[in-house]
């Protein structure tokens, strides 16, 4: 379920249906929802929206399928697929529970790999803290590992960072890189200084929370907010005992955007190199000076564009030194300059042109 568009994954999906749809795309969009309910907003961008509930875990464990993919299956979506013949879009392998069906053999098939899920979910385990949920994430990967054979029944894949394309590229034919879209349309960067360093994403997440660990640690002599989605009870004890350290959870779009905008210095550490971090894209569009380690940047594109410190001797410095340097013209120059291959309209075209030309023009115009 893409909106609203809160974290990656549904960024990602939201703001490709956007610019395909400014492009002429009618898209028909599947969308898997618990919790979330239906969007007037998909359907201002969508030809039509179709809703399955997910089914538990409980009912999707498999020997064979990850819960993830035996999750989203549904008899509903396979009549909806077979009802036209248009290209098929598969977000992620979490998807792909029926792209093996025979019924859809003559169909041109692409799958959209937001990272390596298998090598994700693993990176997920190693720093997860509950041993049931570590267990989880372990058998997830194992799955989907098992289940890459799939990738072998699309007729293309759209890889969305370096790495991730050398990996593919190497297996696969007919790979074609597209990172991610994020909805920025140019660099917002507010010039000047603000007072705040910043460090945002899903607080629920293993990933985010070894980040914010780390962050936490730092003998920092400047204001730090962590803000975003369903902290922890531990994160949240242990933020109140820090005077320089203010927690922001689960803010609003609008003050999420206010907080990205105000921020002085974005902090982004990552002790996971899988993909590309939608974060970093929308700290280099709307916000000043962004921090990163070389997990969080290698091989993307976006190296230049952030200072880069890895220990937390190197990452306190840059802070202090960033916290106190304007963000001029010139730095949002540079920022424009650099930032130019990854637009969203650049990425709609190249799958629009891609789509023309891997499916000898048929049904081109629409996209399941």
Known sequence: MPFPPDYGGA????????????????????AFHYGRPPAQELDAICEQVY??????AWESLSWKYPVMMKS???KQLMDNLLADNHPILFEGMHT????????????????????????????????????WKELFLRWESAGLKSQERLL???????????NDHAYLSERYAQVEMVTAFHGNAQVTSTLGVGDYALYHGNLSVPEN???????????????????????DPAMVE????????????????????????????????????TGLKLKVLNALYQGRHVIANTPMVAQTGLETACTVADDPGAFTQAIHQKMQQPFTEAHRAEREKLLQ???????????VAFLKGKSNGESAEKIS
């Not at 999906?13 to 599947?30: D, E, F, Q």
């Not at 809703?51 to 538990?56: G, N």
């Not at 529970?97 to 019924?103: D, L, M, P, R």
């Not at 291959?341 to 799958?351: A, N, Q, S, T």
Request: glycine share 4%; charged share 25%.
């Open 152 to 162: 072998q029944q699309a007729n293309a894949i759209l890889s969305i960072s370096p």
């Open 238 to 273: 242990v933020i109140e005992r820090l005077p320089h350290v203010q927690l922001e959870a689960n803010p609003s779009p609008a003050a999420m955007q206010q907080l990205l905008q105000g921020a002085q210095v974005h902090v982004m550490p990552t002790f996971q190199a």
């Open 72 to 74: 989203r299956r549904d």
């Open 51 to 56: 809703y399955y509930p997910r089914r538990s």
């Open 11 to 30: 960024i990602d999906v939201y703001y490709k249906i956007k610019t395909l749809h400014a492009l002429g795309v009618k898209v028909i969009l599947h």
């Open 96 to 131: 792909c529970y029926y792209i093996g069906h025979a019924a859809l053999k003559d169909r041109f098939k692409i799958i959209r790999m937001h990272n390596l899920e298998w090598d994700y979910y693993y990176a997920l385990s190693q720093v997860e803290r509950k041993w």
């Open 209 to 231: 929370q070894e980040a914010v660990r780390f962050l936490l640690q730092l003998p920092l002599e400047v204001p730090l907010i962590i803000a975003g989605r369903d902290p």
């Open 341 to 351: 291959p990854f637009g969203d309209e650049e990425k709609g075209r190249r799958i």
